[in-house]
């Protein structure tokens, strides 16, 4: 593990900052309505503590978003990702219709706001909300932290870290095939 620091500001109700390198990938979150204390001793190890919470992963294609959303889920009772490229899945293959985005956006977002409705008001262990879509800017995810906070979540968000120079790597490896083009135009709109 390099480059590890964290600290919170007690003017916001919960700001935690945290940047760690594991497997070539950075974990940015920020989080509200902590659970449990104890995650500002060490948020990695009493992550299981955080009773609902819902991750919101930022990054190009191609930099592990949905392989991360994968390592999350790992031993958790009630965990759902939700992926806007789902509803581009026909008959197995990715068949992206730039028409459809604004409607598979919004079916998304409804998918997971009815997910964590589900466990709203109530006291659960361990249930994980993960939205794994590129989110290169703040507008394209504010709604599912609404939603997350509506419904009694905690919200963290996790952004890949990634290089310009990387990015006809991202294109070979992501796997929708999205072209060097459309991910350059990606990166250029990148909000840190």
Known sequence: M?????????SQPCVL???????????????????????????????????????????LPGTGKSLLSQQLQVGWGYAKAFSTDDYFMVNGEYQFDPSKLGEYHQKNLNEA??????????????????IDNTNTQHWEYEKYIQSAENNGFMVQIITIDWNAKDIPLYAKRNSHGVPVEAIY???ARWER
């Open 113 to 130: 706001d009815d997910y964590m409705k589900r466990f709203k008001g109530e006291e659960h262990n361990h249930i994980m909300c993960i």
């Open 17 to 59: 900052s945290l940047h760690l390198h594991i497997i070539g990938f950075g974990e940015n979150p920020t989080c509200t309505r902590p659970s449990n204390i104890k995650i500002f001793i060490n948020p990695i190890l009493f992550r299981d503590t955080m009773t609902k919470i819902c991750y919101i992963l930022r990054g």
């Open 2 to 10: 390099e480059g590890f620091a964290f600290g919170f500001i007690l």
């Open 185 to 187: 135009r990606m990166a």
